[in-house]
């Protein structure tokens, strides 16, 4: 591809997608580049309740069909190939594809980040039936009901006590007999009377019909296995997994400063290379949502133009 962009985007997700409607309605040259399909972790959510403007009925795809629809009405070009090698510290960044090579005045890395799985049977088939890896973004489907937390570090622990908001009852599931997580974090946790702790466990099969409503644990030390079955009167229960994040920086590994695999940019989403900034869930911040993710893309892309005017 001989094409020099003003800015190329690699990933299609909120951020990569807010950034692109931006760069084309300042009349920026804009490509995007996504590996597989438009969305991504958001697409994994069957209801969005937490995005400003989103009514009863939208779901993560339903948001994303619309941005993507948004930012080709402003110009904004598209291939689906995967980068294998990024050249960034030049005038002009060359990005190597499977299928070609792309070069642009200025980058938005919007990779992300995916969650990590449990790896079991049944996972994949009721993640957004059930199964989640976002407490802000579903706890409240549960309210009244029983859920599961997976993991005992501290994002685990904060997020089964957020949790305890809306369900009657929070259970950690964790491998050892005792908490990764801080101790202040861990005191709150012991002292919230709606948290239960399932101490040497692994979830092995995650079960339902159309939604969860059981689920077989395995001891890790004595190997028993036990399946632990909805309320009757729920028929329900919601499964949060949160054992850890992989932002997708493999890449840029070696060429843009990062922390715990997280790229570090400063507040205008600048990263160490000049003309490259990130956005979403791959930069290092406090907060990833859909909304934070749209705000850092709008961001870059206002940097990317100030940048080419300058």
Known sequence: MSNVYDVI????GPAGLTAALYAGRARMSTLIIEKEKDGGQIVLTSEVENYPGCLEGESGPTLIDRM??????FGAEKVYDEILEVKLESKEKVLVGKKAEYIGKTVIIATGA?????????????????????????????????VFVVGGGDTAIEEAMYLTKFARKVSVIHRRDELR?????????????????IWDSAVHEIKGDGLVNSMV????KTGEMTELVADEDDGIFGVFVFIGYTPKTKIFEG???????????DENMKTNLEGVYAAGDVRLKSLRQVVTAAADGAIAAVQAEKFLSE
């Open 255 to 265: 060429i843009i400063h990062m922390d715990k695999g997280y790229i570090v940019t």
């Open 9 to 12: 985007i690699i990933g299609a």
């Open 68 to 73: 993507a629809e948004q930012a080709k009405h």
């Open 217 to 220: 644990l395995e001891n890790l």
């Open 114 to 146: 995916s969650s990590r799985p449990i790896g079991c049977s049944g996972e994949k088939q009721f993640t957004g039936k059930g199964v989640s890896y976002c407490a802000t973004c579903d706890g409240a489907f549960f309210e009244g009901l029983e």
């Open 181 to 197: 997580a801080a101790k202040s974090i861990q005191e709150k946790a012991f002292a919230n009377p709606k948290m239960n702790f």
